[in-house]
Structures are given as C-alpha cells and as structure tokens.
C-alpha cells in the first residue's frame, strides 16, 4: 500500500525537523523545545485574563499584534500548543480548536456563508451536521442541497454561481464510502468552490485531505484524536489565511475547551499513531472475521476487496480505521439487539475512537426518533450494527464476536 504523503513542513512545528513522521509529529510538534519551570510537559494555564505590566504593553499589544493572551475567549497558551500540533499533523498551517466536533462545524459554516450561499453536501454524513444545515442554516437564508454520496456528477450539477462550499465525510459514517479527494477538490476548483472534508473517520494518520488541496479538513477530536472516552473537542485545519476568519468568530462565539480539556487532547495525541496501527490492524481483522460469518449479510469496510471503493481506498489511505458497520442477516431488530446484548467486551455507547470498542445499533441509538421512511432513506437499516474496534487484543475481539454470534 502507498503511505499517505507526508505532511508538509508548516511554520508551527519549527522544534521538530523536516521530514518528520506522523508519530514524531504527535509526540513533539508545536511544543517548544525547553517549556516553564524546566518541565517536559506543558503547564495547564487556568486563566481566565492576561495581565500587562503597563499601559504601553498594552499599545504595543494591540498596535503591533504581538503574539501574547489577552482574554481567555481568544486563546490560551496550552490551546495553542494542541493546535500547532494538529495543524502539523494534518500538514496544514493552521489549526482552530473548539468545544467539539460540532462546535467546529458551526462554527466554520457561520464564519463562511452568508444569506444567500449555497451548500452542497453528499448525503452520508453525521446527522447532527445534517440537521445544522437543513433545520438552522436555512433560517439565515443558507441553501442546503444533498446529493448522493460519492455521485461526483450530481454534486457538480447542484453547484451554480451561489454555491460557496462542498462538504463531504471521508469515510462516512455509519457507511464507511470513501470519497476520492481528487474528483471532490477536482469539482471544486471547476467552480471556484471552497471544500471541506470530515475526516473524524480517517484521521490524519490514514487519509491527508490538504494535500490533495482541500481547503478544510474537520475532524472530532473527540473520537480518535483524543482517543480515550474522556473528552470532547473538535478542529478545523486548514491555511492561516483562510482560518483568520474562523478564527476571529470563535472568539465571539466562544465555543473553546477549558484549560484541561486540551492537556487531555494533548496527552491523549503523544500515542496517536501507535493507537491508530492497533485501531487499523482491529478493524482490518474483524472485518475480515465479520465478512466470513455465515450469520453475517453485509460488511461496509473499506479494507475488503468487495468495498465500492477499495481501489481509491487503498490508493489513498493509509489504514481504515477501527469503525465497521454490518447487516445481521435475516434478523430483525430484536434479534440484532441480541447479539449486541451478547458480546462481553465492547460496550453499548454511542461515539468511536476511543480505546475501549463500542458498538451499537443505529436505528436505536442515533436514529430511533425517525420515523422508519426516514431510517431507510439515511440506508439505516434494523439489522444494522455499529462497531468501533478500541485497542483490545485482536483475538479476543474477534473470540467475542464469535461467541455473540454462535448463540442463536
Ligand atoms: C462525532 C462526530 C462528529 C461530531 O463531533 P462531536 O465532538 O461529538 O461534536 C462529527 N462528525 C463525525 C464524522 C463524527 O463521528
């Protein structure tokens, strides 16, 4: 398989040399090299104001943008320190950090459209990012349009002179479609069309959406950034310049972390990439266990060779992640609910990423409040079981699975 390219060298991670690998990367970029008080780890800043030491500091402050706090609101030492990282990782040259996952897609889609825009989305995405375009961007006169995921051609038709954005997940959830970045951005520079990939899925350690010339890579850093079930945060990477913005309207927002939070998400991204070889290795495997199973109908994962776009795929990312949706066959919800109720070491939890494996039904968990036309237009089906692969040992995953589904 081809590795993912490499990210580029940005400004941020001037402490780490050119060239560096995604785990080099996670352990030492956007750290300065000798921090206070001649810790090797970072202080937690809990302020909630920066002080000056007098009123001229405070002109040259404002007069030459000197890079010091201000006001809690609009950043914090430790916050910055995350999203140099992140901007590293992703081989962007910016990084905003948000509350969560959703935080940073309001918060980017507020900053970039205006009464009139249009948007156009495929259709495989998280609901909630679903629900903030149909039911409150269009209160502020925003026009959503969905087309079917992966269908390149009605997307470029659903784009005319008011269109702003495209946006898709890569890989969605809860079908794992992988999007091939190069027709996505491909569309997008046709237009003169901005573009935004999700790629919570994927991670900067699989897929590298700025490289291929994305302008916005989302990620949840709830979910494998952090990586432990602990916390929740979001981030948007992309160009300084086309993130000032952004920015700027995050501080008027004000959906930002407290100071504890990001040392979480920092401490949680030192082993990020050797978690994500375990995610990647567990999904692979019990995929594969899981495609084999005569009690299994179907298996989306984009590591079989039977996936839709296994070839773009594989010419694009480095692993596939942990996450893995299957269809029980010739059961209904209750006899999928059974299987779920039988396996003794994922838990039953939404959310993904994390070190422990959870797994779910969609049409209970996520989608139970629809109503069942709904479900099957969203390909929700009651036979539907969500697993999100942590880092437990491969074999004893997959002896679990085994013993759910040998009991009948
Ligand atoms: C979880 C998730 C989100 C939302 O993130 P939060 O941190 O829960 O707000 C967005 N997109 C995808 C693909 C997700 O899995």
């Given at each position: 398989?081809?590795p993912?390219?490499?990210?580029a060298e940005?400004?941020c991670?001037s402490a780490?040399?050119?060239?560096c690998g995604?785990?080099?990367?996670?352990v030492h970029?956007g750290?300065a090299?000798q921090?206070?008080g001649?810790?090797?780890t970072d202080?937690?800043?809990?302020?909630?104001t920066?002080?000056f030491p007098?009123t001229?500091?405070?002109?040259?402050?404002?007069?030459?943008?000197?890079?010091?706090?201000?006001y809690?609101?609009?950043?914090?030492p430790g916050?910055r320190v995350?999203?140099?990282?992140l901007a590293a990782?992703?081989?962007?040259?910016d990084?905003v950090?948000?509350?969560t996952g959703?935080?940073?897609?309001?918060?980017?889609?507020?900053?970039?459209?205006?009464a009139g825009?249009e948007v156009?989305f495929?259709?495989?995405?998280?609901?909630?990012s679903?629900?903030?375009c149909?039911?409150?961007l269009?209160?502020?006169?925003v026009?959503?349009?969905?087309?079917?995921?992966?269908?390149?051609?009605?997307?470029e038709?659903?784009?005319?002179p008011?269109?702003?954005?495209?946006v898709?997940?890569s890989?969605?959830?809860?079908?794992?479609?992988?999007v091939?970045?190069?027709?996505?951005v491909a569309?997008?520079?046709r237009h003169n069309v901005?573009?935004?990939?999700?790629?919570t899925?994927?991670?900067?350690y699989?897929?590298?959406p700025?490289?291929y010339?994305?302008?916005?890579?989302l990620?949840s850093?709830?979910?494998?950034l952090?990586?432990?079930?602990?916390?929740?945060?979001?981030?948007?990477v992309?160009?300084q310049?086309?993130l000032?913005?952004?920015?700027?309207l995050?501080?008027?927002m004000?959906s930002?972390?407290?100071?504890?939070?990001?040392?979480?998400?920092?401490?949680?991204?030192?082993?990020?990439?050797?978690?994500?070889?375990?995610?990647?290795?567990?999904?692979?495997?019990?995929?594969?266990f899981?495609a084999?199973?005569?009690r299994?109908?179907?298996v989306?994962?984009?590591?079989?060779?039977?996936?839709?776009?296994h070839?773009?795929?594989?010419r694009?990312?480095?692993?596939?992640g942990?996450l893995i949706?299957?269809l029980?066959?010739?059961?209904?919800?209750?006899r999928t609910?059974?299987?779920?109720d039988?396996?003794?070491?994922?838990?039953?939890?939404?959310?993904?990423?994390?070190v422990?494996?959870?797994?779910e039904?969609p049409?209970?968990m996520?989608?139970?409040?629809?109503a069942p036309?709904e479900?099957?237009?969203?390909?929700?089906?009651?036979n539907?079981?969500r697993?999100?692969?942590g880092?437990?040992?491969?074999a004893?995953?997959?002896?679990?699975?085994r013993?759910a589904l040998?009991?009948?």
């Amino acid at each position: 398989m081809a590795p993912s390219p490499k990210p580029a060298e940005t400004a941020c991670d001037s402490a780490v040399p050119a060239g560096c690998g995604p785990s080099t990367l996670a352990v030492h970029a956007g750290e300065a090299r000798q921090k206070m008080g001649d810790s090797i780890t970072d202080p937690i800043v809990c302020a909630a104001t920066y002080t000056f030491p007098n009123t001229q500091a405070l002109v040259d402050y404002v007069e030459q943008e000197l890079p010091r706090e201000e006001y809690g609101r609009y950043g914090n030492p430790g916050e910055r320190v995350v999203e140099r990282k992140l901007a590293a990782l992703d081989g962007g040259t910016d990084a905003v950090l948000y509350a969560t996952g959703m935080a940073a897609m309001v918060g980017l889609l507020m900053a970039k459209l205006n009464a009139g825009d249009e948007v156009v989305f495929f259709d495989e995405c998280y609901h909630r990012s679903r629900e903030f375009c149909v039911k409150h961007l269009s209160r502020f006169g925003v026009v959503t349009h969905q087309v079917k995921a992966c269908d390149y051609a009605a997307m470029e038709a659903a784009i005319n002179p008011r269109t702003r954005l495209l946006v898709s997940e890569s890989p969605t959830n809860p079908h794992l479609s992988v999007v091939d970045l190069e027709q996505f951005v491909a569309i997008g520079r046709r237009h003169n069309v901005e573009t935004l990939i999700d790629a919570t899925l994927a991670t900067p350690y699989n897929i590298q959406p700025i490289a291929y010339g994305v302008d916005y890579v989302l990620h949840s850093a709830t979910k494998y950034l952090a990586g432990h079930n602990d916390l929740l945060a979001g981030v948007i990477v992309g160009s300084q310049e086309a993130l000032d913005p952004v920015r700027k309207l995050r501080g008027i927002m004000g959906s930002i972390n407290a100071p504890h939070n990001f040392y979480l998400l920092q401490r949680g991204l030192k082993t990020f990439e050797l978690r994500m070889q375990r995610h990647n290795q567990n999904g692979q495997a019990v995929a594969e266990f899981l495609a084999g199973h005569p009690r299994i109908e179907h298996v989306y994962y984009p590591g079989l060779p039977g996936h839709p776009q296994h070839e773009i795929a594989r010419r694009t990312m480095r692993g596939y992640g942990g996450l893995i949706t299957f269809l029980v066959k010739d059961a209904d919800w209750r006899r999928t609910a059974d299987v779920i109720d039988a396996v003794r070491l994922p838990r039953i939890g939404p959310s993904l990423g994390g070190v422990e494996s959870l797994i779910e039904q969609p049409s209970v968990m996520s989608y139970h409040t629809l109503a069942p036309e709904e479900r099957a237009q969203f390909g929700i089906a009651d036979n539907m079981i969500r697993l999100s692969c942590g880092i437990e040992d491969t074999a004893d995953l997959i002896a679990d699975l085994r013993q759910a589904l040998d009991r009948r």
